[in-house]
């Protein structure tokens, strides 16, 4: 499979998003992370299942702790793990997994952009996807937040995630609208309900043709006000996108996918390579970097976690990064080293009393120091907060 996936990466054609290439890399990793590996090998020895059986039991287990998790985002991780249990199930059952775009094409009739029905779509099967030829997709699994959903808006595909049974009740051969802004899936419209949907699909180029002329024009309220729009991104990846749209900067970049789907914390340097990539890509735009935000609901496969008799209320986002000082200082360090090459903030999550706060700078300022101390000159960060609760406020 990690072969495969190889194959799929080198295939990639020049123009082929950030995102996709990134996310083979997040399959390829996860193929190899023992919570998929090592956890699946222990049910085969103690219970003495077959590979098959081992591996969806490791499945079900993974997917009922991505289900506890309260953030959207991270909770939706589990489609990735799905989709690389999927290839390594058909790898077992020596079956093809990778989809033939020659075959579906011969499906499209009339010269219409062909909508591919499925339960999941991997990211590096969306490569089969061409521009003209594919018009759309519509899965059953998914969320907004997914690699998948992820991935279509990189592609400008128009695409409907989570829609239930989809493929068990739209049929081969029947003419749908995929109405990605509404989440709809018109299944056989009449001919005016078509008539009216075209006439949209051409308001939407024509409106999308205007958009681009503007991108690069500064948002002034007519009283002479400015207004400043940055983007909100989850890949590193994501910044190329953001600065194409003309974005002001990065007003949230989640630090999360660093941490997830694997048993180590990540180092200084790696966090440190992921979070400069982005702030080089925006080329001296503000990039704000927000720290960890998870809760204590095992969300995390490292070791000595800091338990809570309540997630929800107790040890999450800032309290948890407090609680794990020596895991805070160093995502606070590589953040610091970051912002030597472009502005950088620095947010906390789900700020509750102003001890936390005030602990918060006190880790800044000893990191700083301690880089100092390495000759490294790093220019003022800004360090901020999300008002997320009531006792922000109070």
């Not at 190329?240 to 749209?245: C, F, K, P, T």
């Not at 706060?357 to 000159?377: C, D, F, N, Y």
Request: aromatic share 4%.
């Amino acid at each position: 499979v990690l072969a495969e996936l190889d194959v799929i990466k080198a295939e990639l054609r020049g123009d082929t998003p950030h995102e996709v290439a990134a996310l083979i890399d997040v399959h390829k990793m996860l193929l190899e992370d023992p919570s998929i590996s090592h956890d699946t090998a222990a049910w085969i020895r103690e219970r003495r299942y077959n590979a098959e059986w081992a591996l969806t039991a490791q499945l079900d287990l993974i997917n009922r702790q991505f289900d506890e998790m309260d953030d959207v985002y991270l909770r939706e991780r589990k489609y990735d793990v799905e989709q690389v249990v999927e290839r390594l199930l058909h790898a077992l059952h020596g079956s093809q997994t990778k989809l033939d775009p020659r075959k579906l094409a011969q499906q499209a009739r009339h010269g219409e952009p062909l909508v591919l029905v499925a339960h999941d779509i991997a990211p590096a099967d969306m490569l089969q996807f061409k521009e003209g030829l594919f018009g759309g997709f519509v899965t059953d699994t998914g969320g907004p937040a997914s690699h998948t959903a992820i991935v279509a808006r990189s592609l400008a595909i128009p695409a409907v995630v989570a829609a239930r049974e989809a493929t068990r009740l739209i049929r081969q051969d029947d003419v749908l609208i995929v109405d990605a802004d509404a989440g709809l899936v018109i299944v056989e419209p009449s001919d005016k309900v078509l008539a009216e949907y075209r006439g949209r699909q051409a308001e939407y180029g024509e409106r999308r043709r205007a958009l681009r002329s503007l991108k690069r024009k500064a948002a002034v309220t007519r009283d002479g006000v400015a207004v400043e729009l940055c983007a909100n991104i989850e890949l590193p990846q994501d910044a190329d996108a953001a600065v194409e749209a003309g974005a002001d900067g990065v007003g949230l970049f989640r630090s999360e996918f660093l941490f997830m789907n694997r048993r180590d914390v990540p180092g200084e340097d790696e966090q440190f390579e992921a979070y400069v990539s982005v702030v080089r890509a925006l080329q001296g735009k503000p990039v704000t970097i927000r720290t960890l935000d998870i809760g204590a609901d095992k969300p995390l496969d490292s070791e000595d976690q800091v338990t809570a008799p309540n997630p929800a209320l107790g040890l999450r986002a800032i309290r948890y990064s407090l609680a794990q000082p020596a895991m805070f200082q160093t995502q606070l360090r590589a953040l610091l080293r970051a912002s030597a090459f472009g502005p950088v903030k620095i947010l906390v999550p789900m700020l509750a009393h102003a001890s936390e706060i005030t602990q918060t700078l006190t880790h800044v300022a000893k990191e700083r120091a301690s880089l100092a101390a390495k000759g490294m000159a790093l220019p003022p960060v800004q360090v901020g907060a999300m008002v997320e609760i009531p006792a922000a406020a109070l």
